[in-house]
């Protein structure tokens, strides 16, 4: 299959994209590279895709690539299928929020399914920046729903988030529960996202799948800003002190799939046969903000500094039932923390300098 995925150059685009790759589909990517966080890492997981396809790379050398890719080869043994040919990645750098860019995009390629993942993403950026975050999440999603029913897409799956279900720490949220309270514009852009979808499945017959990721997404090569673990794994190698400040502290719970749990969960959405379905993607199991720290303490055999400071009333911690997800698609996450924490630390031991002592985590 030929396969357009949006925000290739970003965390889970570009696992998707790999995985993709390797059982043999085609993928075309698009990203724009914003200054969201630094181009350098995009232009990493970019050349990690060139090599998984055989391409020549673009931005680094092999002797920076290989190794990497290496790893990520290893730790995905048994996860995804693998054909002997792998498919093909085609990179196109551009905006979601342009349609002439985009239009161009479909003309060029025969587009079987969408996997929409490019956004502004993370709560506390939408705060500061809401019109971008609408920007591209609301007229950035339509352009690629109007190409996707123009071109008749066989699946378009969309990357929403946990953050449609606003502040529900009280019970584990089910699909069928309210998303019309979101309490961040993140949230608040994915439910417009959300909507869109189901309109242009009701309205043109588009066959959609929503996946509701719930994050933060940990592996290797995590997105690196606003994620807690590449903070603590990037503060303790820097001896630098972190601070906590989730609404219980130490207590704060995160639903965080390992990357290759959640790609499997999107692949299962592409591969289904259901016209339009929302499902949860987490783990159903939230652990403490306190293990989580141990999980990179192990890693490093090392104590990491900490600052418990004032709670953020933004930082919503809800946990998924995934029982739909499940029974629908077969969706059976099982990384062991420890042991997905653990790859991220040794990924991360292995990257250049400009990474591993990144500033603003
Ligand atoms: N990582 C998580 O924990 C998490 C949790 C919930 C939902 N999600 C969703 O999953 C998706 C991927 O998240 P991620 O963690 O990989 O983030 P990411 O920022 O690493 O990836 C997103 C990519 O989209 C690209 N992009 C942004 N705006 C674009 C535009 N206008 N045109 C083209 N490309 C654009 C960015 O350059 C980036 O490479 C997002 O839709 C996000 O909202 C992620």
Redesign the pocket.
């Known amino acids: 299959m030929n396969i357009l995925v949006?925000?290739a150059?970003?965390?889970?685009?570009s696992y998707i994209s790999r995985a993709l790759i390797w059982r043999g589909d085609s993928v075309i990517g698009?990203?724009?590279?914003?200054d969201?966080?630094p181009r350098n890492c995009?232009e990493f997981n970019v050349d990690l895709l060139n090599a998984t396809a055989n391409n020549n790379l673009l931005y680094y050398s092999k002797d920076l690539i290989n190794p990497v890719y290496t790893a990520l080869d290893n730790f995905a043994q048994n996860v995804y299928k693998k054909s002997e040919n792998p498919g093909s990645f085609k990179f196109y750098e551009?905006?979601?929020?342009d349609y002439e860019f985009l239009s161009k995009v479909y003309s060029e390629n025969k587009i079987d399914a969408v996997i929409h993942?490019?956004?502004?993403?993370g709560v506390p950026y939408s705060t500061k920046m809401p019109r971008l975050y609408t920007k591209?999440n609301v007229d950035?999603t339509v352009n690629l729903l109007n190409l996707s029913k123009d071109n008749g897409i066989s699946k378009f799956v969309f990357?929403?988030?946990?953050?449609v279900y606003g502040d529900r720490e009280d019970k584990k949220v089910t699909e069928e529960d309210d998303v019309s309270k979101a309490v961040s514009v993140y949230g608040a852009s994915?439910v417009a996202g959300e909507v869109l979808c189901h309109a242009f499945h009701v309205i043109y017959g588009l066959p959609v799948v929503i996946d509701r990721?719930?994050?933060?997404?940990y592996g290797p090569l995590q997105?690196p800003y606003g994620?807690f673990h590449q903070r603590a794994i990037n503060y303790l190698y820097n001896k630098k002190t972190i601070q906590i400040y989730g609404k219980k502290g130490l207590e704060t719970a995160k639903d965080s799939t390992y990357i290759d749990d959640q790609v499997k969960g999107i692949l299962a959405c592409l591969d289904c046969n259901y016209d339009f379905e929302v499902f949860n993607i987490g783990t159903s199991d939230p652990k403490p903000i306190k293990i989580w720290i141990d999980t990179v303490e192990k890693a490093f055999d090392e104590k990491l500094k900490l600052e418990i400071i004032d709670v953020d009333k933004a930082d919503v911690a809800s946990s998924a039932d995934i029982s739909k997800a499940k029974k629908m698609l077969n969706y059976d996450p099982h990384t062991d923390m420890y042991v997905g924490v653990k790859r991220q630390v040794d990924v991360f031991k292995m990257m250049p300098d400009w990474y591993k002592t990144m500033e603003k985590v």
């Open positions: 949006t925000g150059a970003g965390f889970i685009g698009i990203d724009n590279f914003n969201y966080y995009k551009g905006d979601i929020v993942m490019a956004a502004m993403a591209v950035g990357a929403s988030s946990s953050s994915k990721i719930f994050g933060p997404i997105r994620m």
